[in-house]
């Protein structure tokens, strides 16, 4: 478990207390935290997203590991959206965003690296599926809702909802990535190493943009943080259990992996999307670093089962 801490858990949590400490010193304040939030979800993560789910193996995945884990994560979705939205009166944007906080997992920049360390490139497959699995149904579809429902909002009909979702950035990346993929593009030389110099870029600024966010807002919000960070490293580990392995039985070598994504902390994507779309971040800021530093339990525990 110490091994797991000082190697995956700390270095990710550092950027986030950087980011705290910058922020309550008051060299960097929220302003400088939204532009930085704005280079993510305009540049960094469309070209991120792009190089994940175009480099992906995809005639190799397991689709019912998939279909499961997309139930189980669905489940925490939709059960987190009605607890925020009837049990904490949050609006459907901040209730939509803190449901995919309980489900949406940490696992591109997580997971993935604690299983590469821990088990080897056995358990890459199975992780990176469902990473794609969660960029074009998950995050791609949770776009699509909050454009639908903050654009109903200012009056504007279905179909002009269709230029605005054409010209998200996120739905770009992910669009032309399946395109790549399923073309057979093969990334190489120098647009190989522009799209993963500029992807790797996005994880460090939005969890640095947390940290001065988290910097400036009051401890009120702590209690359904916890709770949703419960639903993410106790409910949804349990969720994932009971479809993948006991209802639909798929092997061990597909379902540890998904297993152990399961039981990683809250991504910090609901977080860019909050911050984009301007709903209230402090909950889902807070969760997002409470189910971190937990995960070091939920994850250790789970690494057990390989």
Avoid: C
């Avoid at 550092?14 to 400088?32: H, N, P």
């Avoid at 019912?64 to 944007?93: N, Q, W």
């Avoid at 696992?107 to 199975?126: D, K, N, R, T, W």
Wanted: glycine share 6%; net charge positive; proline share 5%.
């Amino acid at each position: 478990m110490l091994d797991v801490f000082l190697n995956a858990v700390l270095p990710i949590f550092a950027v986030v207390a950087f980011g705290f400490a910058y922020g309550r010193r008051g060299i960097m304040g929220r302003d400088l935290a939204q532009q930085l939030n704005r280079f993510v979800f305009y540049f960094a993560l469309p070209i991120l997203l792009f190089k994940l789910i175009a480099s992906v193996p995809v005639e190799q995945f397991e689709w019912m590991l998939l279909l499961a884990y997309f139930l189980a994560e669905l489940t925490l979705y939709i059960l987190g959206y009605l607890i925020a939205r009837h049990v904490f009166k949050r609006s459907r944007t901040e209730s939509l965003l803190m449901g995919m906080s309980a489900g949406f997992a940490n696992h591109v920049f997580f997971v993935l690296p604690i299983a590469q360390q821990l088990f080897g490139e056995v358990a890459s497959l199975p992780i990176v599926a469902i990473i794609t699995l969660d960029a074009v149904a998950m995050f791609a579809g949770t776009i699509l809702i909050l454009e639908t429902i903050t654009n109903r909002d200012k009056g504007l009909p279905p179909l002009r909802l269709l230029p605005i979702f054409a010209r998200n950035p996120q739905i770009i990346g992910i669009s032309l990535g399946v395109v790549a993929m399923l073309l057979g593009v093969q990334l190489s030389g120098g647009f190989d190493l522009f799209t993963r110099f500029v992807g790797d870029a996005a994880a460090p600024v939005s969890l640095f943009a947390l940290g001065i966010i988290l910097a400036g807002q009051k401890l009120s919000d702590f209690v359904p943080a916890a709770v949703f960070s419960g639903l993410k490293l106790l409910i949804m580990p349990l969720a994932t259990w009971i479809i993948v392995v006991a209802v639909f039985r798929i092997s061990s070598d597909w379902a540890n992996p998904a297993l152990l994504v399961a039981a990683g902390p809250s991504g910090a994507m609901p977080f860019v999307l909050a911050m984009q779309y301007k709903v209230p971040v402090s909950t889902i800021a807070y969760t997002v670093l409470i189910s971190t530093i937990a995960s070091v339990v939920s994850i250790s525990l789970m690494s057990q089962v390989f």
